[in-house]
Nanobody
Framework: QTRLVESGGGLVQSGGSLRLSCAGPGRHLNFYAIAWFRQAPGKEREGVSCLSSSRGNTKYADSVKDRFTISRDDATATAYLQMTRLEPEDTAVYFC??????????????????????WGQGIQVTVSS
C-alpha cells in the first residue's frame, strides 16, 4: 500500500492561510485521483476536496468552497490543499488520500472515504479565534 505523507499543518489565526502538501513514493500521485479529508474532535471524518486523475475535475465540500483549492504538481508528484480565510471551524486533523483503482474513470473523483485505498497519517491544523 502506498503510504502518503502530509506536511504544512500548524497553528494559524482566523482569517489566515495554510498550504498542506501530500507526497507519495515515486510518481504514483501523478496517476491517482487524490482527496483531502478532515476530522474534527468528536466528529466523523468528512471529505473536503478531491481532484481527478486527469482532466482536472475537482469537488469541494460546501463549507470550504471558494476558500480552499486542491492542486497537484506533476513535476514533483505532490498534491496540495491551499487553505485561505481559515475559520476556527476548520480546526481538524487533515488526511491526504489517493485512489489507485480509478473504477469510475480518469476524470472522476468523489468525497467518499471508501473510494480511496491509500492514506496518510494525518496532520493537525488549528485555527485560533
Amino acid at each position: 500500500q502506498t503510504r502518503l505523507v502530509e506536511s504544512g499543518g500548524g497553528l494559524v489565526q482566523s482569517g489566515g492561510s495554510l498550504r498542506l502538501s501530500c507526497a507519495g513514493p515515486g510518481r504514483h500521485l501523478n496517476f491517482y485521483a487524490i482527496a483531502w479529508f478532515r476530522q474534527a474532535p468528536g466528529k466523523e471524518r468528512e471529505g473536503v476536496s478531491c481532484l481527478s486523475s486527469s482532466r482536472g475535475n475537482t469537488k469541494y465540500a460546501d463549507s470550504v468552497k471558494d476558500r480552499f483549492t486542491i492542486s497537484r504538481d506533476d513535476a514533483t508528484a505532490t498534491a496540495y490543499l491551499q487553505m485561505t480565510r481559515l475559520e476556527p471551524e476548520d480546526t481538524a486533523v487533515y488526511f491526504c488520500a489517493a485512489d489507485s483503482n480509478l473504477n469510475n474513470g480518469l476524470g472522476y473523483c468523489d468525497l467518499s472515504q471508501t473510494t480511496y485505498d491509500h492514506w496518510g497519517q494525518g496532520i493537525q491544523v488549528t485555527v485560533s479565534s
